[in-house]
T-cell receptor
Framework: DAGVTQSPTHLIKTRGQQVTLRCSPK?????VSWYQQALGQGPQFIFQ???????QRGNFPDRFSGHQFPNYSSELNVNALLLGDSALYLC?????????????FGAGSRLTVL | KQEVTQIPAALSVPEGENLVLNCSFT??????LQWFRQDPGKGLTSLLL?????REQTSGRLNASLDKSSGRSTLYIAASQPGDSATYLC????????????FGRGTQLTVWP
């Protein structure tokens, strides 16, 4: 049973460009959350998707947007990249069931902005 | 706003020592608390999850305790090994809505032979 799959694993962009990161959830999972982890910091919540809609959002600007597809996979888009967007982007998936709050994390996508 | 603090930021010990990692949070109205392990450049692996109604959880050489009223949790690692070297992250969930966790910055642990 495959876990959470993220792609690409590494990428390099320049300031002002746009990037799309992808996440395939663990089998049976229907919610997807995205986190940004800067070097030496803990992960920061960006947003969560369920039933193809954004359900929660953290303190991130509108340059960060996302999408969830009918097969529960998700994309994270970042426009007008800044140097400060360089980070490890983590996808976490789970099942939206009462009493459940256990997430499975992917290995992440390492974004470097030059 | 929920803030999570972990002490110490880094720890270097010889193999065999028993360790205590600390986590504190500002809002005691949590749903649960989790401890994660992160290897360099990798994702997160969940180690232990403690529901707000529980006091502790154990898995092998790991034991985590939770004192919700004081806003504290500790992760106890018995008989440390070099393979335990990693960053340990504490995270709290404020509500039952799946997905939003508040993380500390982590404790970077090095266990040398």
């Amino acid at each position: 049973d495959a876990g959470v799959t993220q792609s690409p694993t590494h990428l390099i962009k320049t300031r002002g460009q746009q990037v799309t990161l992808r996440c395939s959830p663990k089998s049976g999972h229907d919610t997807v959350s995205w986190y940004q982890q800067a070097l030496g910091q803990g992960p920061q919540f960006i947003f969560q998707y369920y039933e193809e809609e954004e359900r929660q959002r953290g303190n991130f600007p509108d340059r960060f947007s996302g999408h969830q597809f009918p097969n529960y996979s998700s994309e994270l888009n970042v426009n007008a990249l800044l140097l400060g967007d360089s980070a490890l982007y983590l996808c976490a998936t789970g099942r939206d069931r009462a009493g459940a709050n256990v997430l499975t994390f992917g290995a992440g996508s390492r974004l470097t902005v030059l | 706003k929920q803030e999570v603090t972990q002490i110490p930021a880094a720890l270097s010990v010889p193999e065999g020592e028993n360790l205590v990692l600390n986590c504190s949070f500002t809002d005691s109205a949590i749903y649960n608390l989790q401890w994660f392990r992160q290897d360099p450049g990798k994702g997160l692996t969940s180690l232990l999850l403690i529901q707000s109604s529980q006091r502790e959880q154990t898995s092998g050489r790991l034991n985590a305790s939770l004192d919700k009223s004081s806003g504290r949790s500790t992760l106890y690692i018995a008989a440390s090994q070099p393979g335990d070297s990693a960053t340990y992250l504490c995270a709290v969930a404020r509500g039952s809505t799946l997905g939003r966790l508040y993380f500390g910055r982590g404790t970077q642990l090095t266990v040398w032979p």
